[in-house]
């Protein structure tokens, strides 16, 4: 039986991303769709290419689509690792490969002070394999990812173009930085 791959994933946004002329839900709908039978692949990950992701020995960018501008990346998540509350000014998806991640998402408050920010936060939620998780511009991207668990979690993402002008949250100091 023939699973589907990550070859074929990509192969198949080169085809349909350039039919949804730019209309992020529809990018986001192709997307999720690759992505949910991306999921159903149990051997998707070669073990040689997970103990690379583990020693730090690749980036785990799978792909880059010299046309589209999207790219794809596995990420390999130690126990307890967790990432700054952040966005990626553009487009993203996630799905759990194995084990879990807790997500929290964020809204954006406006303020009066250049460089303060106030954030809401919409929901937080762990997300086990098989589960798929989006980030849209401009007013649902802000988020927060962590491993909360004692094993490493594996997730794999795409994200509409290269991840510049990024911005990294403060929860404390209520300030806001480019990344």
């Known amino acids: 039986m023939s699973h589907y791959t990550l070859g074929r994933f990509c192969q198949e946004l080169e085809q349909f991303l350039p039919r949804c002329e730019g209309h992020q839900d529809a990018i986001l709908k192709t997307v999720i769709q690759g992505m949910q039978k991306l999921l159903s692949n149990p051997d998707l990950l070669d073990p040689d290419f997970v103990g690379a992701l583990k020693a730090g020995h690749t980036d785990g960018?799978?792909?880059?689509?010299?046309?589209?501008?999207?790219?794809?990346?596995?990420?390999?998540?130690?126990?307890?690792?967790?990432?700054?509350?952040?966005?990626?000014?553009?487009?993203?998806?996630?799905?759990?490969?194995?084990?879990?991640l807790a997500v929290t998402e964020y809204q954006l408050l406006p303020t009066d002070t250049e460089g303060q920010f106030q954030l809401k936060e919409l929901d937080r939620f762990n997300a086990g394999p098989g589960a798929i998780v989006y980030v849209s511009m401009p007013d649902a991207e802000i988020h927060h990812i962590r491993n909360p668990t004692e094993t490493y979690s594996f997730s794999v993402h795409i994200y509409g173009a290269e991840l510049e002008n990024t911005h990294v949250f403060d929860l404390e100091s209520g300030q806001v930085r480019s990344a």
């Open 61 to 100: 960018r799978v792909y880059t689509s010299p046309e589209q501008g999207f790219f794809v990346q596995v990420f390999a998540w130690p126990p307890g690792v967790e990432t700054p509350v952040h966005d990626h000014n553009t487009w993203g998806v996630m799905g759990i490969l194995e084990n879990q």
